[in-house]
């Protein structure tokens, strides 16, 4: 009986597979995609293009009745077929929630700058992982992550859920993400495509950047992503590009992405980026997202007509269906449905986010060893921040709603892009879990005066400052908000004992840096952000992040010292040249000799470490770089010895690059042997004529470093032949 029963299944699905030969596994995705594609009618094929809005957003989008409430989108499937629908969430940190009606609680990663700041390829997988996880739980298959813009302005709303200023950083970082994102059989998204560099009039914003420039800063963090991770589907931003909106741009979708860098997913507008349909559908543009948002179903029924008339090719039409079908067989999505209300680990998925946040946090300062805190101390006082019960998170199509719910509600703007959201993890409790013996006392630090005097007899003060912006809204300065500047010098002034924990975007100014003893650097945290932080104030863990992104002394060190466009007129168009080309964040310091505030890669530990031994070799013409390093200090920890590169007589947009890193654990004592490989096109210059990478015949001296203005820094000098590359690299 049983082997009549295997053979009747055997049967049934051969037969299956004769009826929908595209539902054969063992056949390619393109394959399946081009046998899928053959079996729909035109109007099934439209189904795949359009989406639309997931929620009831006020009174200018109603939710498709298919969609999964408060979700970020919907594109409808071809049951026939067997082909499931598109079911979109944001974003990079977790599952977001849009509106706030019933919002989804869900576990949220720190920001992507704290992820980053990690420069641990394998702890972004995870996380990534897990917000897949729970996207598939919660019943998505598009997750909308990651995002990889570059930080060119400090102040953009958006920088929190982006990976610094250096495209191998950024790149490398964001597609170990994506991977863990996708090995959850659904499509991630690469965003946004691109030079989407701030919020102050995204829609109207005309970012103005040479090829060349753009070649070695923004489109190579995003070229690193794709090869790296093959994400499924590339999100168009906003903003004009060279005069062109990056959702109708041909240089950026057909040339770049599909042409040069091969590309084969779909590509999709961001909500509210579509102007049109035969120049957006014959420029490269495969999907029009949440339509709702735009003046008009472009990919409906004008797309359709469009095609009739011979206005967009039937083989364009078909060409852009195919993509999506292809990357919903390549990912999974269609062998493996999601189904809503699957079991999601909080526990376990905490301490993803919990580890993330604990590696992600950067010391900044620790004068006379203040940190880790003393077992013994008398009395604490916390001060500002709401520190008393949670941790701050960023704003936007990002925000995950809390486990717990929001710990401060009713935080101006409770609307969009709030509301204002603290995760109920309190570093208060964290801390006086941690110090049973002592007196913690919490001030709100709204009086500087009242918290100075709070502080004065305290053996340690811990003032957390913080900075609230998101999606839509760039911070109008890098001075922190609300006096916070005025609080932090008066509880210093007040103890010299004072430690400032940073709850900030990205970037900001510290005119009290003098005073402070100890600065930690917590980003935005997420869900368990408040354990995470007492564990690294407590040495529990030995803090290891190293900064993405450059702190400036001022902001007239800045390529733009002044936020281009006016935030009360986002309707007026406006320019913003990019002229510092390539040289982005150290770079820029460094080509014009400004000393930051602290540079990129900075950060320190609870021990020391020393490092020995740099040689180079080159074979089959990459350049590799050896050392060894070895933990001084007295305790465990974690180090980033970074790699960089300087031309000694060819011509690049900066005295150096980035060209690699590792982060290695070790033992008091204990030393290890690290190799890193560079990518060559690190070495090259773009030549926009020709595509293709050149590299100078001569001398480049390479240099091991703790952070990308480190004094100490030992080098060698490495003679490289004259090479050309194409536009992939090799």
Same mark, same amino acid.
């Given at each position: 009986?049983?082997?009549?029963?295997?053979?009747?299944?055997?049967?049934?699905?051969?037969?299956?597979?004769?009826?929908?030969?595209?539902?054969?596994?063992?056949?390619?995705?393109?394959?399946?995609?081009?046998?899928?594609?053959?079996?729909?009618?035109?109007?099934?094929?439209?189904?795949?293009?359009?989406?639309?809005?997931?929620?009831?957003?006020?009174?200018?989008?109603?939710?498709?009745?298919? #969609?999964?409430?408060?979700?970020?989108?919907?594109?409808?499937?071809?049951?026939?077929?067997?082909?499931?629908?598109?079911?979109?969430?944001?974003?990079?940190?977790?599952?977001?929630?849009?509106?706030?009606?019933?919002?989804?609680?869900?576990?949220?990663?720190?920001?992507?700058?704290?992820?980053?700041?990690?420069?641990?390829?394998?702890?972004?997988?995870?996380?990534?992982?897990?917000?897949?996880?729970?996207?598939?739980?919660?019943?998505?298959?598009?997750?909308?992550?990651?995002?990889?813009?570059?930080?060119?302005?400090?102040?953009?709303?958006?920088?929190?859920?982006?990976?610094?200023?250096?495209?191998?950083?950024?790149?490398?970082?964001?597609?170990?993400?994506?991977?863990?994102?996708?090995?959850?059989?659904?499509?991630?998204?690469?965003?946004?495509?691109?030079?989407?560099?701030?919020?102050?009039?995204?829609?109207?914003?005309?970012?103005?950047?040479?090829?060349?420039?753009?070649?070695?800063?923004?489109?190579?963090?995003?070229?690193?992503?794709?090869?790296?991770?093959?994400?499924?589907?590339?999100?168009?931003?906003?903003?004009?590009?060279?005069?062109?909106?990056?959702?109708?741009?041909?240089?950026?979708?057909?040339?770049?992405?599909?042409?040069?860098?091969?590309?084969?997913?779909?590509?999709?507008?961001?909500?509210?980026?579509?102007?049109?349909?035969?120049?957006?559908?014959?420029?490269?543009?495969?999907?029009?997202?949440?339509?709702?948002?735009?003046?008009?179903?472009?990919?409906?029924?004008?797309?359709?007509?469009?095609?009739?008339?011979?206005?967009?090719?039937?083989?364009?039409?078909?060409?852009?269906?195919?993509?999506?079908?292809?990357?919903?067989?390549?990912?999974?999505?269609?062998?493996?449905?999601?189904?809503?209300?699957?079991?999601?680990?909080?526990?376990?998925?905490?301490?993803?986010?919990?580890?993330?946040?604990?590696?992600?946090?950067?010391?900044?300062?620790?004068?006379?060893?203040?940190?880790?805190?003393?077992?013994?101390?008398?009395?604490? =006082?916390?001060?500002?921040?709401? #520190?008393?019960?949670?941790?701050?998170?960023?704003?936007?199509?990002?925000?995950?709603?809390?486990?717990?719910?929001?710990?401060?509600?009713?935080?101006?703007?409770?609307?969009?892009?709030?509301?204002?959201?603290?995760?109920?993890?309190?570093?208060?409790?964290?801390?006086?879990?941690?110090?049973?013996?002592?007196?913690?006392?919490?001030?709100?630090?709204?009086?500087?005066?009242?918290?100075?005097?709070?502080?004065?007899?305290?053996?340690?003060?811990?003032?957390?400052?913080?900075?609230?912006?998101?999606?839509?809204?760039?911070?109008?300065?890098?001075?922190?908000?609300?006096?916070?500047?005025?609080?932090?010098?008066?509880?210093?002034?007040?103890?010299?004992?004072? =430690?400032?924990?940073?709850?900030?975007?990205?970037?900001?100014?510290?005119?009290?840096?003098?005073?402070?003893?100890?600065?930690?650097?917590?980003?935005?945290?997420?869900?368990?952000?408040?354990?995470?932080?007492?564990?690294?104030?407590?040495?529990?863990?030995?803090?290891?992040?190293?900064?993405?992104?450059?702190?400036?002394?001022?902001?007239?060190?800045?390529?733009?010292?002044?936020?281009?466009?006016?935030?009360?007129?986002?309707?007026?168009?406006?320019?913003?040249?990019?002229?510092?080309?390539?040289?982005?964040?150290?770079?820029?310091?460094?080509?014009?000799?400004?000393?930051?505030?602290?540079?990129?890669?900075?950060?320190?530990?609870?021990?020391?470490?020393?490092?020995?031994?740099?040689?180079?070799?080159?074979?089959?013409?990459?350049?590799?770089?050896?050392?060894?390093?070895?933990?001084?200090?007295? =305790?465990?920890?974690?180090?980033?010895?970074?790699?960089?590169?300087?031309?000694?007589?060819?011509?690049?947009?900066?005295?150096?690059?980035?060209?690699?890193?590792?982060?290695?654990?070790?033992?008091?004592?204990?030393?290890?042997?690290?190799?890193?490989? =560079?990518?060559?096109?690190?070495?090259?210059?773009?030549?926009?004529?020709?595509?293709?990478?050149?590299?100078?015949?001569?001398?480049?001296?390479?240099?091991?470093?703790?952070?990308?203005?480190?004094?100490?820094?030992?080098?060698?000098?490495?003679?490289?032949?004259?090479?050309?590359?194409?536009?992939?690299?090799?």
């Amino acid at each position: 009986m049983k082997l009549k029963l295997a053979i009747a299944l055997a049967l049934a699905a051969m037969s299956a597979q004769a009826a929908e030969p595209w539902m054969d596994k063992s056949l390619s995705a393109d394959k399946r995609a081009e046998l899928a594609l053959q079996a729909m009618t035109q109007q099934e094929k439209l189904r795949w293009v359009l989406g639309h809005f997931g929620s009831d957003f006020g009174n200018k989008t109603k939710k498709h009745p298919a #969609a999964l409430p408060f979700s970020a989108g919907y594109i409808e499937g071809v049951p026939r077929l067997g082909l499931p629908a598109l079911f979109e969430t944001d974003a990079g940190l977790g599952v977001a929630t849009q509106a706030t009606k019933t919002p989804r609680e869900r576990t949220s990663l720190p920001s992507g700058l704290a992820t980053t700041a990690t420069w641990n390829r394998e702890l972004a997988y995870q996380g990534g992982a897990m917000i897949g996880a729970e996207a598939r739980a919660s019943g998505f298959n598009v997750m909308l992550a990651g995002g990889v813009n570059l930080l060119r302005e400090p102040r953009n709303g958006r920088n929190f859920e982006y990976a610094g200023e250096d495209p191998l950083l950024a790149g490398t970082m964001v597609a170990q993400q994506v991977k863990g994102i996708q090995s959850n059989n659904i499509i991630a998204t690469m965003k946004h495509y691109a030079v989407n560099d701030q919020e102050t009039g995204r829609f109207v914003v005309d970012a103005r950047l040479d090829d060349a420039s753009n070649r070695m800063s923004d489109l190579l963090a995003f070229q690193f992503l794709m090869e790296q991770a093959d994400p499924g589907s590339v999100m168009c931003s906003y903003n004009r590009l060279n005069g062109v909106y990056a959702c109708e741009n041909d240089y950026l979708l057909n040339q770049v992405l599909k042409k040069d860098w091969g590309y084969k997913g779909y590509v999709m507008t961001d909500w509210g980026a579509t102007h049109s349909t035969v120049e957006s559908a014959n420029a490269g543009l495969d999907q029009q997202s949440g339509w709702e948002f735009d003046k008009s179903q472009y990919f409906g029924g004008a797309l359709e007509e469009a095609v009739t008339n011979g206005h967009v090719s039937q083989a364009r039409f078909d060409n852009m269906v195919f993509r999506v079908l292809r990357a919903m067989f390549d990912k999974g999505v269609v062998d493996n449905p999601v189904a809503e209300g699957g079991a999601i680990d909080y526990a376990a998925h905490n301490l993803v986010s919990r580890a993330d946040a604990e590696e992600g946090m950067v010391l900044l300062k620790n004068t006379g060893d203040v940190l880790p805190l003393k077992a013994g101390a008398k009395k604490i =006082v916390i001060i500002g921040a709401h #520190a008393d019960v949670g941790v701050l998170a960023g704003g936007g199509s990002s925000l995950v709603y809390p486990i717990g719910g929001n710990a401060v509600p009713g935080i101006a703007p409770t609307v969009w892009p709030g509301p204002v959201v603290y995760h109920p993890s309190s570093p208060m409790k964290a801390i006086q879990a941690r110090a049973p013996g002592a007196q913690v006392v919490f001030n709100d630090g709204r009086d500087p005066a009242a918290a100075a005097q709070a502080a004065a007899d305290a053996d340690v003060v811990l003032v957390f400052a913080q900075q609230w912006v998101g999606e839509a809204l760039d911070a109008v300065s890098l001075a922190l908000p609300d006096n916070q500047d005025a609080l932090i010098g008066a509880v210093a002034k007040a103890n010299p004992k004072t =430690v400032v924990v940073l709850e900030t975007s990205g970037p900001v100014l510290m005119p009290w840096v003098d005073q402070a003893a100890g600065i930690l650097q917590a980003w935005y945290p997420g869900t368990a952000g408040g354990e995470a932080i007492a564990r690294v104030l407590f040495g529990e863990v030995n803090p290891s992040g190293h900064l993405p992104a450059t702190f400036p002394a001022s902001e007239s060190q800045l390529p733009r010292p002044k936020l281009d466009g006016d935030p009360k007129n986002e309707a007026a168009r406006f320019t913003v040249n990019y002229h510092e080309g390539a040289a982005v964040g150290y770079k820029w310091f460094d080509l014009k000799g400004l000393k930051p505030l602290f540079p990129f890669g900075h950060g320190l530990s609870y021990t020391q470490f020393a490092y020995s031994g740099l040689t180079a070799s080159q074979k089959d013409g990459k350049l590799s770089v050896s050392f060894k390093i070895t933990n001084t200090g007295a =305790v465990k920890g974690k180090d980033v010895p970074q790699v960089y590169v300087a031309p000694l007589k060819a011509k690049w947009e900066a005295p150096k690059r980035l060209a690699g890193w590792d982060k290695v654990e070790l033992a008091p004592g204990e030393s290890k042997q690290v190799s890193v490989t =560079v990518d060559p096109r690190l070495l090259g210059v773009f030549d926009s004529r020709s595509k293709t990478w050149r590299i100078a015949k001569g001398g480049y001296k390479v240099l091991l470093a703790q952070d990308a203005a480190d004094p100490k820094a030992s080098s060698i000098t490495v003679q490289l032949p004259q090479r050309t590359l194409n536009v992939s690299g090799k």
